[in-house]
């Protein structure tokens, strides 16, 4: 069965991906050799890398139901799960191990609503979502690290901790909001109670506030994949989907 969107066709690429047809070869080329294009031993796949790797960012943007994308793609229901699930974790962004002397970060969580009730926990809008934690250079706008997601009723402070986040940060300057208190971030400055900020306070927190808008508007770039707001993933479906969606948005800001 022949199908209708093929990465062979460029004008299908950048809808699906965000990337140009020039960078979508980069990233399938670099994929190779990370080798998720190595045979192994059963039946081969019957799609090539490229079109594989459209389906699974087909996937993410739509988060149309596998029945309702095979098709698409002239595969069946099956194949296009085993494709989901073998190039998801092969296109997770690789975290930065280390900083450059200056570098200053910025973290902040998201929550991305799981029908797999298993890995995540009701938060206050009665959805069962994760927490994931982001960290971005302020600099460059570019992800650098996503912690692993505990359930969405953690707190900030605790997922920041829980999620491996932390660690990988080490003593890097990291800016965050107000809902990270003790935990050695730099987060605006809160009132005492009966007390009030002095100006400098008051104007340090209003450029903190502007500063840290930039993850916000990382985090706007990343929702417009609609897996990440209700995604049908179980197991570590969801945290495979928010890494590789951070991989193409470097690739995104980077070109």
Not at 23 to 30: A, R, S, V
Not at 58 to 64: D, G
Not at 144 to 149: A, D, I, R, T
Request: aromatic share 6%; with cysteine.
């Amino acid at each position: 069965m022949a199908g209708v969107i093929t990465a062979s066709e460029p004008s299908w690429t950048s809808p699906f991906t965000g990337l140009r047809p020039r960078d979508f070869q980069k990233l399938t080329t670099m994929l190779r050799r990370e080798g998720a294009d190595a045979m192994n031993r059963g039946r081969p796949w019957s799609l090539p890398l490229e079109d594989r790797v459209l389906l699974l960012a087909a996937y993410w943007r739509t988060n149309l139901t596998l029945r309702q994308l095979a098709p698409l793609f002239g595969v069946s229901k099956s194949a296009a799960g085993r494709i989901i699930n073998h190039i998801g974790p092969l296109l997770a962004l690789h975290p930065r191990r280390r900083f450059r002397k200056g570098t200053v970060l910025m973290v902040d969580g998201t929550l991305v609503p799981t029908r797999d009730h298993t890995i995540a926990e009701q938060s206050k809008d009665y959805r069962y979502p994760t927490n994931h934690q982001v960290v971005i250079d302020a600099h460059t706008r570019l992800v650098v690290v996503v912690g692993k997601p505990p359930p969405g009723n953690r707190n900030d402070c605790k997922a920041w901790e829980e999620s491996g986040a932390k660690a990988a940060v080490g003593r890097t300057t990291t800016i965050a909001d107000g809902g990270y208190p003790g935990t050695g971030l730099v987060i605006p400055h809160r009132r005492s109670p009966g007390g009030e900020l002095t100006e400098w306070q008051v104007a340090h927190d209003r450029e903190h506030k502007q500063v840290r808008a930039r993850v916000e508007h990382v985090f706007a770039r990343m929702k417009t994949w609609k897996i990440l707001r209700d995604c049908r993933l179980k197991g570590d479906g969801a945290h495979h989907a928010m890494l590789g969606i951070a991989r193409l948005h470097n690739l995104l800001q980077a070109a």
